[in-house]
């Protein structure tokens, strides 16, 4: 987020400064670790298939880049 927002904006902010802004929205910065060894591929796929374009639609409504 930090890299997004200085890249984009020109805006230097601190770890905590991000931590602060995405906290209200109910959102963290974390970074994806490790892939869940349970999961599904049948079931990503279904999701991809099934939700995620809706998904993806309602944040370019928004004005977000998915």
Request: charged share 30%.
């Given at each position: 987020?930090r890299?997004?927002i ?7 902010l601190s770890?905590s400064?991000i931590g602060?802004l995405?906290a ?11 892939q ?7 079931k990503?796929d279904?999701?991809l298939?099934?939700n995620f374009p809706g ?10 880049q998915v």
């Open positions: 987020m890299t997004l200085e890249r984009e904006l020109g805006i230097k770890k400064s602060g995405l209200p929205l109910g959102l963290s910065a974390q970074r994806l670790v490790c869940s060894y349970r999961q599904d591929p049948r990503v279904k999701y298939a099934d998904a993806a639609a309602d944040a370019r409504k928004r004005g977000a």
